[in-house]
């Protein structure tokens, strides 16, 4: 294991574009937080403090920050990508191969490349959440319920870069595979809204926004479904409370992206398989 975490290492640390976005990501991390917490946009000349609204309130601020800083996941997501590009760019897998690396141990050394760059964040988001918390929370009973969400958050950037790392292997350049990910996210979006349709005329336009959906469970879909959108109520707002509501992970797209996980990396392990490279 740790030959080919040297391996992966020597690669991304002498990749400038690599340690770039690498950069540029755990930044953005740091920056959410200090940027968040001051920002307090103007609606109807009523100046909204985000803190004073919940924000950084335990437990809701578990979702709020791993929701948020899960849009930057792409910055990685692009590392992955480029960093197996690369080898087919750069004939490094054709080198590698031919002194002694089997494709099985190719492929493990840029799934633990990637599940340690999912820890790293993880434990960043962690980190940052709770001192956040710490310092602006208006009570500190709860700390840790709701935690489940920065668990969420490990899950959702395995996947995505299991997902990446397919992408990557099967069509070799960047920009295909990035305009790959483009179009697997419009084809889930184009599904989800067919099935809201049929729903609808089915029920004489009548939808229940919290019924079950198929679509919901597309592999996007599911990923994104694990830290969805931080529930409000506005009436907190009126009673000088926290304006957001808590919730918990659902279970079931835990399960389904899991399972997503795993089966893009037996893909990209048959596709390496018998590919001739």
């Known amino acids: 294991m740790k030959r080919l975490l040297n391996i992966e290492w020597n690669k ?42 919940g924000f950084f309130n335990f437990p809701d601020i578990w979702q709020n920050i791993a929701y948020v800083v899960a849009i930057g996941k792409i910055f990685l997501g692009v590392i992955v990508i480029m960093n197996v590009t690369n080898e087919f760019s750069n004939g490094t897998l054709k080198q590698n191969l031919i002194d002694g690396l089997s494709k099985k141990e190719f492929l493990q050394s840029k799934l633990l490349t990637n599940f340690i760059f999912a820890a790293v964040s993880t434990l960043f988001v962690f980190a940052i959440s709770l001192i956040l918390g710490f310092v ?15 668990g969420a958050y490990f899950i959702k950037l395995a996947f995505f870069f299991s997902f990446c790392l397919f992408l990557a292997l099967l069509l070799r350049k960047s920009a295909f595979s990035l305009l ?34 198929i679509s919901n469970f597309l592999p996007l879909k599911s990923s994104a479904n694990l830290i969805n959108f931080p529930t409000m109520n506005p009436q907190g707002f009126i009673t000088g409370k926290s304006i957001f509501v808590s919730s918990s992970v659902d279970w079931m797209f835990v399960l389904s992206t899991v399972f997503y996980t795993a089966l893009f990396i037996w893909l990209s392990y048959r596709l390496l398989k018998k590919r001739d490279l």
């Open 12 to 53: 991304i640390f002498y990749y400038k574009s690599a340690r770039i976005f690498t950069i540029l990501y755990f930044l953005m991390l740091a920056a959410v937080g200090v940027v968040l917490a001051y920002i307090k946009p103007e609606i109807g000349g009523i100046e909204l403090d985000i803190a004073q609204l």
């Open 180 to 213: 790959g990910l483009f179009v697997w996210w419009v084809v889930e979006g184009i599904i989800s809204v067919v099935e809201v349709l049929i729903i609808m005329a089915r029920n004489n336009g009548n939808i229940d926004p919290e019924g079950f959906f």
């Open 136 to 150: 602006f929370s208006n009570s500190q009973d709860a700390v840790f319920r709701g935690v489940e969400f920065i």
